[in-house]
Every structure is written in structure tokens, then in C-alpha cells.
């Protein structure tokens, strides 16, 4: 399929010639986010506001040209990718905080402000915004809503639909639509919690208005250390069975720490097997309690040192390790498959275990950095794509990998979303009749097949095609790499 001239140079009328892109080597970099899969798209616009992306929508459903919705790409299961190529509609030049308000504790920011930005505006009124996924420097409230975005400290306080309130939307038919309210409560069908976590399938969010909470009085942060993920992993379990639910509960293994020790000098202790790192926040008083009670829990299960972090820098240089882990594993290997399954919190010895036994299997070394707390395991698998054959075996590998959370009475996906990624694998979880229910709510939104297709449900002829294509680079061969 190539894009019609006329299409063209309709795009370029509605949002400049300067805000286009449709030159091979101009689309390059859009040919994939976060994780493996790829496809390149025939343009790439960026609209400046609501008008232009309804603008925008309208024109390819008109010339009937799939459009994909893509923030930041940090995506971690494919889903920003054109799958059946067309149009990307990035929102990178609709990046504002358009208000906060302190007394009702709200903000209305545009769908491609980086989340970080949102917290630091917030915290000149003393409030935050609460989900922070890891790569919160880059990604995207849109880019959150459409995943249901986690992070860190998303265990005690929820993840993003616990936050997000409403929010304007132009749907895949090219509607202008309100979901949800603009206040903490609505009415009716849930249609903003439909929408949150939707993968970009149902519309473009164009305007987002989200929860702010205070800044918690006191913080402290503990470091624990352990020999093995085995007793890191019993002291989770014993630290939320104690009644405790701390702000953060996260966890990284021997390979994660000394790749991050190494690329970001945080002060980890690179010898060890595993570490914890617990976070408490609340009133002085409580919080010095469940500072003692997650400290008997860790020494009960064999933590070798707990150090303790109440300085804002002290703890800013703890979580530096945390968030910086992916980026930092680019040291033993040039490409990464980082999954995202869930599993109950009693199983997580268990199916460490089974990534282990996976990852030696298939040869591939694997770095484990993840929200413990969640039962939400990141197992990384670590790889070069320029050997011949490795995408497809690490992608076997995370195969298995899945159905060891299913079997295990999880999940597919604790936060980075099916997307493309994962979409074969949902008749594993839903029966035929659950995945036609989900069909029949995209065509309530006008997604008549053309917006984001191949994503979250297995789609037939034209997605894997397409998405698996060798990537420019690698097709490019080894002097494409620096
Ligand atoms: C190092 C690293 C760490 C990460 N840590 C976390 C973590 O802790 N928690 C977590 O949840 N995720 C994490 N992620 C995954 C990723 O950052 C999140 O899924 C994030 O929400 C994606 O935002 P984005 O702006 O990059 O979206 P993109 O990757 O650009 O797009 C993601 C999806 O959102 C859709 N989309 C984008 N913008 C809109 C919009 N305005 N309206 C409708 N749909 C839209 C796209 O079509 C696509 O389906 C991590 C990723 C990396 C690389």
C-alpha cells in the first residue's frame, strides 16, 4: 500500500509542511517503541492541538489509512507501532500543563506532557501525581492513559485510573468527545475507565485531567540486602502478610545490580544476590512503626544489611538505580525482551525459578528488576539481534515465559499492555465470546478496523506480516551499529 498524494497533501495543510514527515529516512526511528516488533509508518504527524488531531483522523478515515497514536515510544509491548503501516499522529508538540489546582487538587494537561513534568509543576503547590513508571523522564501522560501506566509507587496508592478523572478524547470515528468528569465523581457508564488502558484503540486523548495528592510529611527509604531472589522474594510476602502496604516494594536481582552499580554508581552492593527496596511514607509516627515491622521482616528472612534512606538526596540516589536499571543493562547486551507478567505474590519463588530454568534453556542471561510487591515481574532477557536467529528465540523464550504466569494463575500483563505483542496470546486467558464482547466496544468508538489495528486481540491476514519485518537497522548490517 503506498499513501496517496492527495492524502499527503492533506496532512500537510492541517498540520505544516514543518510538522509531516514521510521521507524513508525521516521515519525511520518511528519504526518501533520500547520493545522488538516492527513496522515503518508512511507518515508521522504531529498535530499542535485538538482540531488538528480530529483533523487529522478524519482525513485517513476518509482515504480509509490506518492511524497509530504514539507518545513518547517507550512502549514496552508494541503497541505504537503501525502494524499495517499508514499514519502515526505523535502528540509531542502537545506537551502543557494547561492548570493546576490546588484546592480541588486537579490538573489538565495535554496528552504528551512527560509525566515527571506533571509531579515538578505539582510540587510548587506541595502536591504529586502518583503513578511514576520508570521511564517517567520520557513517557507520556497519553502514553500512560492508554496503557493504565504503573510504577514504583503505584502499589499503595493504584495505578493510573486511580488518578485520571476524565478526559478529552477524539475517538477512532473522528468524535469530540468528554469521558468521565471533571470533578472526582461521574455518573453512568464508566466510559473514561473503558477508555484507560484501551492501547490506543479506541481514540486519541487530547486533553487529560488527572488527581493530585499531597506531598506525603515523612519518607524513608530501606535498602535490603540478600543473598538470593529466594529470601528477597519470602520477605515480600511476609511484609504484606504483616498487614504493611508499603509506597513501593521493588525488587532487582544480582545481574540488574551490578549493571546498575556499574552505569549509574548509586551505591548498590554489587555482590549481593538480590536487594529490596521498601518504601514507607505517611505521618512521622506510623511511618516509624512500619519502618520497625518491615525491618523485623527482613532480618526474620535472612536480609544480610538494611540501610535506611531519610534524606530527600539519599533516597533520590537509591531510586536513580531503580529507574535507570533497563537503560543500565545495555552493558552486557545491545538489545533487551523485557516482560511484564503477573503472578499471586505466593508464587513468585516459584516462577523466578521457571524464568531461570527458561533463560538458561534458550542461553540467554536474564536480569530480573521488578514491582515485587505487585506480583509484577519484568524478567529482561538479554540479546543481540545480530545473531542470526536470536529475535525469534528470544521471542520463543518469552512465550514460555507467559504461559509459565498463566499456569500460575496470573496475567499477561501487570502494566505495559498487550499491544502487539502479546495479542496472540489472549485466547489463553478469555474465551471467544470475552474476545468479541471487547471487539464490539471498539465499534462503539468508530474502530471499524483502520485505528491501531492488530493490537490487543488476535487480528488475522496483514499485522504479522508487517510487524515482524527485519528492521531497518539490522537489515542495514553491522556498520549500522556504533
Ligand atoms: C525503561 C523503561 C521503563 C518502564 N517502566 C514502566 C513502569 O514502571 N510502569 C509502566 O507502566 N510502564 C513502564 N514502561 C513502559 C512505558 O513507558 C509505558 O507503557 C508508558 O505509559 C508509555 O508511554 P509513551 O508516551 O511512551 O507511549 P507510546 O509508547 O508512544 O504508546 C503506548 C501506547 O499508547 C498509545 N497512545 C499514546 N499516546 C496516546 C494518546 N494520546 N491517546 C491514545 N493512545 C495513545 C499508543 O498508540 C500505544 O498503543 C517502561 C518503559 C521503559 C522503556
Redesign the pocket.
Known amino acids: 500500500m503506498s499513501m496517496s498524494t492527495k492524502l499527503l497533501d492533506e496532512l500537510r495543510n492541517l498540520v505544516g509542511s514543518e510538522n509531516l514527515l514521510h521521507k524513508p529516512e525521516d521515519l525511520l526511528v518511528y519504526e518501533l517503541?520500547?520493545t522488538i516488533d516492527r513496522a515503518l509508518p508512511e507518515a508521522v504527524v504531529f498535530p499542535a492541538n485538538t482540531e488538528e488531531v480530529q483533523g487529522v483522523v478524519h482525513a485517513c478515515n476518509t482515504h480509509e489509512v490506518p492511524v497509530?497514536?504514539?507518545?513518547?515510544?517507550?512502549?514496552?509491548?508494541g503497541?505504537?507501532i503501525p502494524a499495517r503501516q499508514g499514519v502515526i499522529v505523535g502528540?509531542a508538540r502537545m506537551r502543557r500543563i494547561l492548570n493546576v489546582d490546588p484546592l480541588e487538587r486537579t490538573a489538565l494537561v495535554e496528552?504528551?506532557a512527560p509525566?515527571i513534568q506533571l509531579s515538578e509543576i505539582a510540587a510548587e503547590h506541595g502536591l504529586f501525581y502518583a503513578?511514576?513508571?520508570?521511564?517517567?523522564k520520557?513517557?507520556?501522560?497519553?502514553?500512560?492513559?492508554?496503557?493504565?501506566?504503573?510504577?514504583?509507587h503505584c502499589l499503595a496508592l493504584g495505578?493510573t485510573t486511580n488518578h485520571v478523572v476524565g478526559m478529552e478524547?477524539v475517538t477512532a470515528s473522528g468524535e469530540l468527545e468528554w469521558l468521565g468528569s471533571y470533578g472526582p465523581d461521574s455518573t453512568g457508564y464508566d466510559l473514561r475507565g473503558l477508555f484507560i488502558g484501551?492501547?490506543?484503540?479506541?481514540?486519541?486523548?487530547?486533553k487529560v485531567a488527572v488527581r493530585l495528592l499531597p506531598i506525603p510529611e515523612t519518607v524513608v527509604t530501606l535498602l535490603a540486602i540478600f543473598d538470593d531472589v529466594e529470601h528477597a522474594s519470602e520477605t515480600v510476602s511476609a511484609v504484606i502478610g504483616a498487614g504493611l502496604v508499603p509506597a513501593a516494594l521493588e525488587m532487582m536481582d544480582r545481574v540488574t545490580l551490578q549493571a546498575a552499580e556499574e552505569g549509574l554508581r548509586c551505591g548498590y552492593p554489587p555482590n549481593a544476590g538480590a536487594v529490596l527496596l521498601i518504601e514507607l511514607d505517611g505521618i512521622e509516627e506510623l511511618v516509624q512503626e512500619q519502618v520497625q515491622e518491615a525491618r523485623a521482616a527482613c532480618n526474620k528472612h535472612g536480609a544480610t544489611e538494611i540501610r535506611t534512606a531519610t534524606e530527600a538526596n539519599e533516597r533520590t540516589q537509591l531510586w536513580k538505580g531503580r529507574?535507570g536499571?533497563?537503560?543500565a543493562l545495555g552493558r552486557i547486551a545491545p538489545n533487551y525482551y523485557?516482560l511484564d507478567g503477573v503472578v499471586p505474590r505466593s508464587k513468585l519463588v516459584e516462577t523466578m525459578g521457571e524464568v531461570s530454568r527458561i533463560s538458561q534453556k534458550y542461553k540467554f542471561p536474564v536480569a530480573n528488576v521488578f514491582?515485587a510487591g505487585d506480583g509484577n515481574l519484568h524478567p529482561c532477557l538479554l540479546f543481540d539481534e545480530r545473531d542470526e536467529g536470536s529475535t525469534a528465540k528470544v521471542l520463543e523464550a518469552g512465550a514460555e515465559i507467559m504461559q509459565v504466569c498463566v499456569d500460575a494463575g496470573g496475567a499477561l500483563t501487570?502494566?505495559?499492555?498487550v499491544?502487539y505483542e502479546k495479542n496472540r496470546f489472549m485466547p489463553l486467558l478469555y474465551s471467544e465470546t470475552d474476545l468479541e464482547n471487547m471487539r464490539r466496544v471498539r465499534e462503539i468508538f468508530g474502530n471499524s478496523g483502520t485505528f491501531?489495528p492488530c493490537?490487543v486481540l488476535p487480528e488475522g491476514t496483514g499485522c504479522g506480516e508487517m510487524a515482524h519485518q527485519k528492521g531497518a537497522l539490522q537489515a542495514a548490517g553491522p556498520e549500522a551499529y556504533v
Open positions: 517503541d520500547g497509530t497514536p504514539r507518545g513518547a515510544g517507550t512502549g514496552l509491548s503497541g505504537a502528540t496528552p504528551g509525566n503513578p511514576d513508571p520508570s521511564s517517567q520520557a513517557c507520556t501522560i497519553g502514553g500512560n492513559v492508554a496503557e493504565n501506566a504503573g510504577g514504583p495505578v478524547v484501551s492501547e490506543g484503540t479506541l481514540g486519541i486523548a487530547t529507574k536499571a533497563i537503560g523485557l514491582h501487570g502494566e505495559h499492555g499491544g491501531n493490537k
